[in-house]
């Protein structure tokens, strides 16, 4: 079974930073692209951030300058660094990989996956 498990959210005051990371486990042969998406109250789910197994990125233009990603392909891992957060930005985070995964006997099967998300506010 594949899985993303994300930290580094919290409570952080308008100017401030945060890292999340987002790590892949389970039978993954590999992993074609990972991207944050954010869910604000009242608001549909959207793409803030994407990478692929490349480091090609592309960003929502409301957070292009302050958040950069960043991608371990060793570690199967994704970091987003946030840096002069805005109230705007407050929202639960998820993390997603489009990844190809190890079925029994060794099958592989193309899977996409979602993290349980973690909530990032900021408010003075």
């Known amino acids: 079974q594949v899985q993303l498990v994300e930290s580094g959210g919290g409570l952080v005051q308008p100017g401030g930073s945060l890292r999340l990371s987002c790590v892949a486990s389970?039978?993954?042969?590999?992993?074609?692209?990972m991207a944050w998406y954010r869910q604000a109250p009242g608001k549909e789910r959207e793409l803030v951030a994407g990478?692929?197994?490349?480091?090609?990125?592309n960003y929502v233009d409301s957070v292009k300058g302050r958040f950069t990603l960043s991608r371990d392909n060793a570690k199967n891992t994704v970091f987003l660094q946030m840096n002069n957060l805005k109230p705007e930005d407050t929202a639960v985070y998820y993390c997603?990989?489009?990844?190809?995964?190890?079925?029994?006997?060794?099958?592989?099967?193309?899977?996409?996956?979602w993290g349980q998300g973690t909530l990032v506010t900021v408010s003075s």
């Open positions: 389970g039978r993954i042969s590999s992993i074609n692209a």
């Open positions: 997603y990989a489009d990844l190809i995964s190890i079925g029994l006997g060794g099958a592989l099967a193309s899977l996409e996956v």
């Open positions: 990478i692929t197994s490349g480091a090609s990125t």
